[in-house]
T-cell receptor, first 113, second 113 residues
Framework: NAGVTQTPKFQVLKTGQSMTLQCAQD?????MSWYRQDPGMGLRLIHY???????DQGEVPNGYNVSRSTTEDFPLRLLSAAPSQTSVYFC????????????FGSGTRLTVV | GENVEQHPSTLSVQEGDSAVIKCTYS??????FPWYKQELGKGPQLIID?????GEKKDQRIAVTLNKTAKHFSLHITETQPEDSAVYFC????????????FGRGTSLIVHP
C-alpha cells in the first residue's frame, strides 16, 4: 500500500516556466487537497477536491490549476512560475475530512529562480 | 469561517518532561479535531484525533483533551524523548457538506537530551 505518492521530490524552475506536480493515492479516498508550506505560515490550502470531476479553490489558488479526472490522481499545475511560488508542496487525501484525518505525501520542494 | 489559533509557536523541554500544546477554535459546530506530527523533511502524519462526543483520548504517551464549552483542545505528551522533536499541527473540521479542515500555524517542539 503506497499511500500518497508525490513526484518530483525536488524541482528548480525558471521564472515563467510551467510544470505539473503529480499526486496519486491508492486508498480510494474521495477527498484530495494541495497545500503549500512556507516558514512561519503553516499549511495553506491551494485547491481541493471532494471527488472525481469536482474541484474548488482554497486560500491561495492564484497561479495554480487542478483537475480530478480520476479518484486516484490530483495533479497541480503551475501556469507561469514566479519566485513567490518557491515553497514545499504537499498533497493529502482522506476518506472524509469531516471525520477522518489526512494522509499526506512526502512533499515536493520547488524553487523558482 | 473557522479560525484555529495554536500556542505556543515554539516549545523547548528537557527529555522526560511533559509538553502541552493548546489550540482554540471559533466555530462551535466543529466536531472533529486531529493532530499531526511533522518530522524534518517529511509530510505531516496523523498521530491522534478526537471527536466532539469525547472529552479525552489517550494513546501511550500522547493524549488529547477537548473542552467544547471553552472551544479549546490540547495535545499532551508525557515523558518526552528526543524523537518527539518535530512540528505539531492541530486542525478542526465540522461534519456535513464538503468541509475542509482548518489548520493551526504549528508548534515546533524541541526535546533536549
Amino acid at each position: 500500500n503506497a499511500g500518497v505518492t508525490q513526484t518530483p521530490k525536488f524541482q528548480v524552475l525558471k521564472t515563467g516556466q510551467s510544470m505539473t506536480l503529480q499526486c496519486a493515492q491508492d486508498m480510494n479516498h474521495e477527498y484530495m487537497s494541495w497545500y503549500r508550506q512556507d516558514p512561519g505560515m503553516g499549511l495553506r490550502l491551494i485547491h481541493y477536491s471532494v471527488g472525481a470531476g469536482i474541484t474548488d479553490q482554497g486560500e491561495v489558488p492564484n497561479g495554480y490549476n487542478v483537475s480530478r479526472s480520476t479518484t486516484e490522481d490530483f495533479p497541480l499545475r503551475l501556469l507561469s512560475a514566479a519566485p513567490s511560488q518557491t515553497s514545499v508542496y504537499f498533497c493529502a487525501s482522506s476518506y472524509d475530512t469531516a471525520n477522518y484525518g489526512y494522509t499526506f505525501g512526502s512533499g515536493t520542494r520547488l524553487t523558482v529562480v | 469561517g473557522e479560525n484555529v489559533e495554536q500556542h505556543p509557536s515554539t516549545l523547548s523541554v528537557q527529555e522526560g518532561d511533559s509538553a502541552v500544546i493548546k489550540c482554540t477554535y471559533s466555530d462551535s459546530a466543529s466536531n472533529y479535531f486531529p493532530w499531526y506530527k511533522q518530522e524534518l523533511g517529511k509530510g505531516p502524519q496523523l498521530i491522534i484525533d478526537i471527536r466532539s462526543n469525547v472529552g479525552e483520548k489517550k494513546d501511550q504517551r500522547i493524549a488529547v483533551t477537548l473542552n467544547k464549552t471553552a472551544k479549546h483542545f490540547s495535545l499532551h505528551i508525557t515523558e518526552t524523548q528526543p524523537e518527539d522533536s518535530a512540528v505539531y499541527f492541530c486542525a478542526a473540521s465540522l461534519s456535513g457538506g464538503s468541509y475542509i479542515p482548518t489548520f493551526g500555524r504549528g508548534t515546533s517542539l524541541i526535546v533536549h537530551p
